[in-house]
């Protein structure tokens, strides 16, 4: 782009001023970096923030002759299925900003949630296996029979618990010891810690990827929520209020 020419001649800037301009220039990127962050934040803020798992006692589990895991109470309104893999960032994501919502309509009794395991990303963790062995745990914590205890499982394994892909991942004695802090019996620790479900999670784990790619026109991903047949649009912030309404 030319510039605009004039018979004018600027004086020299003095060092002072060039001082001056540049703490204003400085100012403004701060304002404009701490302005990108806020948006950031505004943009994933978590719903529900404080509510926690589903701890109403009434909330039950079943672990289903499928592998899937049925949380919910029953004759709820509205029954969700969940996709998801163990170590999938956005499956994290995803609990982490919308699970507390999720748990305050189960507990609620508007909302029952079918979670339906993979495990493709098992190459993705460190063990090769990781995906597998979370959903195993996952079955194991659900045939326990406790809708609270398995709904803070699932919100640990999947949140502050979940390994980064590529990353170090957790054994299975440390996915028992979550477990156990869930409030899981000795029963379910000892089902964890043998690996007792690894086998039939990954077949189960297989079979819930091919009913995935199917659904999802040969494009299987994570997450995927559907309401029936219909794939909801988890980027809209009150997907849950809306279902729930």
């Not at 049925?70 to 982490?96: H, Q, V, W, Y």
């Not at 979370?134 to 659900?142: D, H, K, L, P």
Request: charged fraction near 25%; charge should be negative; proline fraction near 4%.
């Amino acid at each position: 782009m030319s510039e605009s020419r004039s018979n004018y001649t600027p004086r020299p800037m003095s060092s002072k001023t060039t001082y001056a301009l540049g703490a204003v220039a400085l100012a403004l990127i701060v304002v404009i970096v701490i302005a990108a962050i806020n948006w950031g934040h505004d943009e994933v803020s978590v719903r529900n923030d404080g509510y926690g798992s589903a701890h109403d006692p009434g909330v039950n589990v079943v672990l289903e002759p499928d592998g899937s895991i049925l949380l919910g109470k029953s004759g709820a309104p509205k029954t969700i299925d969940i996709f998801e893999d163990p170590i999938c960032p956005g499956c994290g994501n995803m609990e982490r900003i919308y699970g507390q919502e999720i748990a305050q309509k189960i507990d609620e009794g508007k909302l029952e949630v079918r979670y339906r395991l993979v495990n493709f990303l098992d190459d993705r963790s460190r063990s090769k296996n990781y995906s597998t062995r979370g959903v195993a745990a996952n079955q194991c914590v659900a045939e326990g029979g406790s809708g609270p205890v398995y709904s803070k499982f699932h919100t640990e394994a999947f949140t502050t618990k979940r390994p980064s892909e590529g990353g170090a991942d957790l054994s299975n004695d440390e996915l028992a010891a979550v477990a156990r802090v869930a409030g899981a019996p000795e029963s379910v620790l000892q089902c964890i810690s043998t690996g007792a479900k690894v086998d039939t999670a990954r077949a189960s784990a297989k079979a819930t990827t091919d009913a995935l790619d199917a659904a999802l026109g040969g494009s299987a991903a994570t997450p995927a929520v559907f309401d029936g047949k219909t794939k909801i649009d988890v980027n809209n912030a009150d997907w849950v209020d809306v279902l729930t309404r």
